[in-house]
């Protein structure tokens, strides 16, 4: 081995050991990546926030009102469309429950040759006229003793007047809470009054509520248990049923 060797050799160890030396004390390297400022993101992200709760509560209102039976998607009904006429069957709520009419039938008055003898019988309806029977149904679903009366249902003709009744069943006047009872009740009237509406007025609220009976009074039941000839529907008057003049 040669003194040369040895120095490059030994400078070659030289120079290995001091880099290696070198890299004692030196900080590490470290990347560091710098974004451009954000200054709007903090305000979309507080907007989206507030969205979203205001969502939130008006999805809440909404729901309560439904429930309570209210209905914000159907548009509001104009002050000039008229009262509410609910149908037959349809059970509507009132102050102490609910209140429907189930039934209704118009049935013909009897001629003089059907009544001989029967003179001055209570209720009886003369020829020319029709009785109304309107069954309705009085549901109390609070928790004290409801009174009622037969009267507070009316037959409404066609130029919005009160038929008087003519005929109820005795009733107790007093409904136990969380029971119902049925109530019948009849109004003479004629063919030509129709259509008919029944009115409700609810004791506590004063509200009339009101009832379409459809096409009763378009078709006639014979009084005396005979097929009664219809002709024309609604457009005419059954036959040997005449209106008065």
């Given at each position: 081995?040669?003194?040369?060797?040895?120095?490059?050799?030994?400078?070659?160890?030289?120079?290995?050991?001091?880099?290696?030396?070198?890299?004692?004390?030196?900080?590490?390297?470290?990347?560091?990546?710098?974004?451009?400022?954000?200054?709007?993101?903090?305000?979309?992200?507080?907007?989206?926030?507030?969205?979203?709760?205001?969502?939130?509560?008006a999805g809440c209102a909404l729901a309560v009102d439904m429930?309570?039976?209210?209905?914000?998607?159907?548009?509001?009904?104009?002050?000039?469309?008229?009262?509410?006429?609910?149908?037959?069957?349809?059970?509507v709520k009132t102050s102490f429950g609910v209140v429907a009419?189930?039934?209704?039938?118009?049935?013909?008055?009897?001629?003089?040759?059907?009544?001989?003898?029967?003179?001055?019988?209570?209720?009886?309806?003369?020829?020319?006229?029709?009785?109304?029977?309107?069954g309705a149904v009085i549901t109390n679903l609070t928790d004290?003793?409801?009174?009622?009366?037969?009267?507070?249902?009316?037959?409404?003709?066609?130029?919005?007047?009160?038929?008087?009744?003519?005929?109820?069943?005795?009733?107790?006047?007093?409904?136990?809470?969380?029971?119902?009872?049925?109530?019948?009740?009849?109004?003479?009237?004629?063919?030509?009054?129709?259509?008919?509406?029944?009115?409700?007025?609810?004791?506590?609220?004063?509200?009339?509520?009101?009832?379409?009976?459809?096409?009763?009074?378009?078709?006639?039941?014979?009084?005396?248990?005979?097929?009664?000839?219809?002709?024309?529907?609604?457009?005419?008057?059954?036959?040997?049923?005449?209106?008065?003049?």
């Amino acid at each position: 081995m040669t003194g040369t060797d040895t120095n490059e050799r030994t400078g070659s160890l030289t120079r290995r050991l001091a880099r290696r030396l070198g890299q004692f004390g030196r900080a590490p390297m470290t990347a560091i990546v710098v974004q451009p400022p954000r200054t709007g993101m903090p305000w979309v992200r507080i907007g989206l926030s507030a969205a979203l709760v205001v969502s939130c509560i008006a999805g809440c209102a909404l729901a309560v009102d439904m429930i309570r039976g209210n209905n914000p998607l159907v548009g509001a009904t104009s002050a000039n469309a008229g009262p509410v006429i609910h149908a037959i069957g349809e059970d509507v709520k009132t102050s102490f429950g609910v209140v429907a009419v189930e039934h209704a039938v118009a049935i013909s008055g009897l001629q003089d040759s059907q009544i001989t003898g029967a003179h001055g019988v209570p209720g009886l309806v003369q020829a020319g006229s029709i009785d109304v029977q309107v069954g309705a149904v009085i549901t109390n679903l609070t928790d004290k003793v409801l009174t009622y009366q037969p009267t507070q249902f009316e037959l409404i003709d066609n130029s919005g007047a009160s038929v008087a009744i003519s005929r109820a069943a005795e009733l107790p006047g007093e409904l136990q809470p969380y029971a119902a009872i049925d109530v019948l009740v009849d109004f003479v009237t004629t063919t030509d009054a129709r259509p008919f509406k029944v009115r409700f007025v609810d004791p506590a609220t004063k509200e009339a509520i009101l009832i379409g009976l459809g096409d009763v009074g378009c078709t006639v039941q014979s009084g005396a248990g005979l097929p009664l000839p219809v002709a024309g529907g609604c457009t005419r008057a059954p036959a040997g049923d005449h209106t008065h003049g």
